[in-house]
């Protein structure tokens, strides 16, 4: 990204601490085709506790 243009990279900056601050649990995906960023995927995980075992 060494031509971008400093405004964008700012942007995008911004939008992936966004995402990052929010996520508990998944991943953060970011796709270049030719050098260039067309795609970025968020996957978030919801997990659940085991309930307590009543045979216990």
């Known amino acids: 990204m060494s031509d971008s243009n400093p405004r964008l990279v700012q942007e995008l900056s911004s939008l992936i601490e966004n995402l990052i601050g929010k ?29 307590a075992d009543p045979n216990r």
């Open 23 to 51: 996520l508990d649990f998944g991943t953060v995906e970011l796709t270049f085709h030719q050098g260039q960023l067309v795609q970025l995927e968020k996957r978030e995980k919801v997990r659940f506790e085991k309930p």
